[in-house]
């Protein structure tokens, strides 16, 4: 460790929507690392330590190395000479960046999607079908008496939300922490979560569902048949027990997660627990929250939200944006083949997507925006390696519960940002459609996607 | 022998600091090939801890390594994998016009590799 050394204060840890804003980061500026980030959970120290300056070319074309003007050119032609040309990723960079790559899309008439479609997609469709009542995170700690986890192990996933926001924290109507709050899981098998549950219910994979609705029913005063064991896995007694719970305590938060939205039912699923959220206000506060994996994905459903009016899955190819989960979202374009360009910001879909889309990513060419090396970036035709947001750029992310805040930089790192790279894309972008398609082309022109022969 | 199970791919704290290491280094690669399977089910297949596994469905296949659970932490018939490229190979593309891929409850066969 060098004696060159900077301390930031409240830096904000972007590896999760937890966003903890209250890092203490002690920075060596001659070796361009963190050495310590105090209040960090497991996850933010890795994140922290393990993003470095890497010894990589900023930008490449098939592997080989190449000035940054000629990746952006080759980007935007790419981008440009494709008819069916789609964007998706983004939940890990900034706002900022993210609006660029709305931009993009609208002006190459192409599709834009973020990782909300294969993780709180769902949610976010059944959002627009039954409602939200919804907190912030500061309302959790301060008044909820009454937490349940939903299909999640924040244990692994926001450590943290167990620590600052929502079970061992003291709040200002929570004097005595978790002495003060009755937590409850509900999942299918045993987690590091469970500790810290006070009543853990095990359900049947796949029958989240079926106790969701009995749940609203016997809220509703509505008598179940005590038949629901043998289909759910719980007891009626459980049930009647939780529903008493939840009826009479002062204020409740369900925080849900991926063993809804990734299971049989999907949307189903999360708008049975958020209409069950809703069903409870008629007796006490009660409030639901899916709880985001990554740093800034609440920001690209802000913000792809406020620039088109739908969230994700956003398709531009008839000159305005339509929406359509299931048709524009990534998992699908790629898979049915309909794509035949991408480009990847922030995000890694060769690792996690199902494999027929990642058979035709093989097959098309592809953009790729990562600060690291992933499978996505080895087979991408272009490749930028970019600065990590929140250690080296600052920019406005959206935590969880839709609260945004301001990153500070640690130290500066020799790469672009995705902001960077992507507003010198829209631009090169804006000139080719303009010089191909004339003043009136950009906006009115339909252009119609047509499936690649396969 | 072969038996048909549910897959359950998910996080663990170590597929998450790992992940930050490289995804194309060893540590990462080695937590999403670990697979998590009742210890009662592995003495019905002749298992072993450490053993590998073949796990297939009409999507793909992967090879795995078994590591064994309590029955009362994980229920009989249900696998736990930390998430990555092996449990992407099992995930099909179908969305049942919700965008999302079915990415946890897969059904999988499950066989014991010779080595």
């Known amino acids: 460790m060098s004696e060159n050394i900077r301390t930031v204060k409240n830096a904000t840890c972007t590896f999760c929507g937890c966003l903890c804003d209250d890092m203490e980061l002690t920075v060596d500026l001659d070796e361009h690392r963190i050495t310590k980030a105090k209040n960090a959970c497991v996850l933010g120290r890795a994140w922290y330590a393990e993003h470095v300056i890497e010894d990589r070319p900023a930008a490449m074309i098939d592997g080989k190395e190449v000035d940054f003007d000629e990746a952006v050119e080759e980007a935007a032609q790419v981008l440009v000479n494709a008819k069916f040309p789609i964007i998706y990723g983004l939940s890990d960079t900034t706002s900022e960046a993210q609006r660029e ?7 190459i008439h192409g599709t834009i999607d973020t990782t909300t479609s294969v993780c709180h997609g769902p949610t976010g469709m059944a959002f627009q ?18 937490v349940i986890f939903w299909g999640g192990n924040p244990a692994v996933s926001h450590p943290r939300l167990f620590t600052r926001y929502a079970v061992t924290t003291k709040g200002m109507f929570i004097p005595n922490g978790k002495k003060d709050r009755t937590i409850v899981l509900v999942d299918v098998r045993k987690t590091a979560s469970d500790p810290v549950a006070n009543i853990q219910i095990k359900v049947k994979p796949g029958k989240d569902f079926e106790l969701l609705w009995a749940l609203r029913a016997l809220v509703k005063g509505k008598s179940i048949d005590p038949s629901i064991e043998k289909i759910t896995g719980v007891s009626l007694a459980t049930l009647e027990d939780l529903v008493d719970r939840m009826k009479k305590c002062n204020y409740g938060v369900i925080f849900f997660g991926m063993g809804l939205t990734m299971t049989r039912g999907r949307h189903f699923n999360s708008g049975a627990l958020m209409a ?26 802000n913000v792809v939200s406020w620039q088109t009016g739908y969230p994700f ?11 359509n989960p299931g048709e524009f979202t990534t998992a699908d374009t790629l898979s049915n083949r309909d794509a035949d360009a991408a480009m990847f910001i922030a995000s890694d879909p060769a690792s996690n997507f199902p494999k027929p889309a990642i058979e035709h990513m093989k097959r098309i060419p592809v953009i790729s925006l990562d600060p690291k090396q992933t499978i996505t970036s080895l087979l991408a035709h272009v ?5 990590t947001y929140g250690i080296n750029t600052t920019g406005t992310v959206y935590r969880m519960d839709d609260v945004p805040i301001t ?46 022969p396969l | ?28 690669q080695h937590e999403t090939s670990m697979l998590d399977i009742n210890t009662e089910d592995m003495e019905r297949l002749g298992l072993q801890e450490g053993d590998r596994v ?13 590591r064994g659970r309590k029955p009362e932490d994980l229920p009989h018939g249900v696998l736990f994998i930390p998430y990555g490229p092996p449990s992407s190979q099992l995930m099909a593309g179908e969305t049942a016009g919700s965008g999302m891929p079915l990415s946890k409850h897969m059904e999988v066969k499950i066989e014991k590799v010779d080595v």
């Open chain 1, 101 to 107: 790559a709305v931009a993009i899309a609208d002006y």
């Open chain 1, 129 to 146: 079908g039954v409602g939200e009542s919804t907190m912030s995170l500061g309302e959790v700690k301060n008044r909820a008496d009454m």
């Open chain 1, 276 to 301: 069950l959220g809703t069903d409870l206000n008629e007796f006490t506060h009660f409030v639901v929250k899916p709880a985001r994996g990554h740093g800034n994905v609440t920001g690209a459903d």
């Open chain 1, 313 to 323: 899955g956003v398709n531009f190819n008839l000159g305005y944006p339509r929406f």
């Open chain 1, 383 to 387: 490749a930028f390696t970019t600065a």
């Open chain 1, 407 to 452: 990153l500070r930089k640690a130290y500066d790192s020799p790469f672009p940002s995705d902001e960077e790279i992507l507003t010198a894309i829209k631009k090169r972008v804006r000139e080719l459609m303009l010089s191909k398609y004339g003043t009136s082309g950009v906006r009115r022109e339909a252009k119609v996607a047509s499936l690649t």
């Open chain 2, 1 to 28: 022998m072969t038996e048909t199970m549910i897959l359950i791919p998910g996080r663990t704290s170590e597929q998450g600091t790992a992940l930050n290491k490289g995804k194309l280094k060893a540590e990462y």
């Open chain 2, 54 to 66: 073949r796990l297939s469905n009409e999507t793909g296949e992967i090879t795995v390594t078994c």
